[in-house]
């Protein structure tokens, strides 16, 4: 059972796992592991993505809606428009169905997601989950970067494959270049990530460092994870953006936006640090108000 903290009701409620089973089996079942050795490969993720880009897919979409709560209120192309469970999982919202608050010293969740929050960044010591940690520059490759981010703070995006899988800027500011990582796809679910030690070294990811106009440099790092055929970015790099500019989609299944901020930049609203504390994560929307500049 995963447990995540509502904001809205002030208490814990046991998150809805689609294919939890699966997941328990790969990752906790001895007798799952040779399956775990095929479905963490590119092929098995592509082949994945591929189906889920097919006309046969629509199929699919009705029962997911019904089942798993999805709005269609607050979808900005109707139902009836996706030729494909993909271009459905990509869907894209209206703007009053995330409204966010403007100001230049509000930080806001770039994205629907389950937040985890870690102070005080160790970049030789980066924890990934209680007693599992990995090393910053192994993450981005670039010991400039960990430097950079050295002491700073990370807040952890889960989205979950139920969730609305459109990830945006936090800030207005520049955008750089993206740089892709090739990399494994295991699941980023809290069960895999207590299996896998140094699952996001493994996994398939993407950096970005953005200049913001109100946090300084912040980077931004998209993990693929078992069935995410892609990791598509929208934005233009160089090009300046406004807060809440969309940055980008994943494609079908699970995944994760990884956002590090330098020392002394921002302060996390406190009832998110007080559940990331004990290993709770909180669950945000995009838009919605998570802390402000430190002053």
Same mark, same amino acid.
Not at 33 to 49: E, M, Q, T, W
Not at 268 to 290: M, N, P, W
């Given at each position: 059972?995963?447990?995540?903290?509502?904001?809205?009701?002030?208490?814990?409620e046991e998150e809805n796992v689609l294919g939890g089973q699966?997941?328990?089996?790969?990752?906790?079942?001895?007798?799952?592991?040779?399956?775990?050795?095929?479905?963490?490969?590119?092929?098995?993720?592509?082949?994945?993505?591929?189906?889920?880009?097919?006309?046969?897919?629509?199929?699919?979409?009705?029962? /997911?809606?019904?089942?798993?709560?999805?709005?269609?209120?607050?979808?900005?192309?109707?139902?009836?428009? /996706?030729?494909? /469970?993909?271009?459905?999982?990509a869907r894209k919202l209206k703007k009053t169905a995330r409204p966010f608050d403007a100001a230049g010293d509000i930080l806001i969740s770039p994205a629907d997601a389950r937040l985890l929050v870690f102070e005080d960044l160790r970049k030789d010591a980066v924890l990934q989950v209680k007693g599992l940690t990995y090393e910053l520059e192994d993450l981005l490759k670039d010991k400039d970067l960990a430097d950079l981010f050295d002491g700073g703070t990370v807040l952890v995006f889960r989205l979950n494959p139920l969730d609305y899988h459109r990830f945006h800027f936090m800030d207005s500011g520049t955008p750089k270049e993206t740089t892709s990582i090739d990399g494994l796809y295991y699941s980023v679910n809290p069960v895999a990530l207590k299996s896998i030690p140094r699952l996001y070294i493994e996994n398939k990811r993407a950096l970005t460092l953005f200049e913001s106009t109100h946090f300084g440099p912040v980077l931004y790092v998209e993990v693929g994870a078992t069935n995410v055929g892609s990791i598509i970015e929208t934005y233009t790099p160089a090009v300046p953006v406004e807060k809440g500019a969309e940055k980008g989609y994943f494609k079908f299944g699970g995944s994760t936006v990884i956002l590090f901020?330098?020392?002394?930049?921002?302060?996390?609203?406190?009832?998110?640090?007080?559940?990331?504390?004990?290993?709770?994560?909180?669950?945000?929307?995009?838009?919605?108000?998570?802390?402000?500049?430190?002053?």
């Open positions: 059972m995963i447990q995540l903290y509502n904001r809205t009701t002030k208490k814990l699966f997941l328990s089996l790969l990752y906790e079942k001895p007798y799952g592991k040779p399956l775990l050795f095929f479905v963490k490969r590119k092929f098995f993720s592509a082949f994945y993505g591929k189906l889920m880009d097919t006309r046969w897919s629509k199929k699919l979409i009705p029962s /997911f809606v019904e089942n798993n709560g999805v709005k269609s209120s607050e979808l900005l192309n109707p139902l009836s428009s /996706f030729q494909s /469970f993909n271009e459905f999982f901020f330098a020392k002394d930049t921002v302060t996390v609203d406190q009832d998110i640090l007080d559940h990331s504390h004990q290993g709770i994560e909180t669950r945000v929307l995009f838009g919605e108000t998570i802390g402000k500049r430190k002053i």
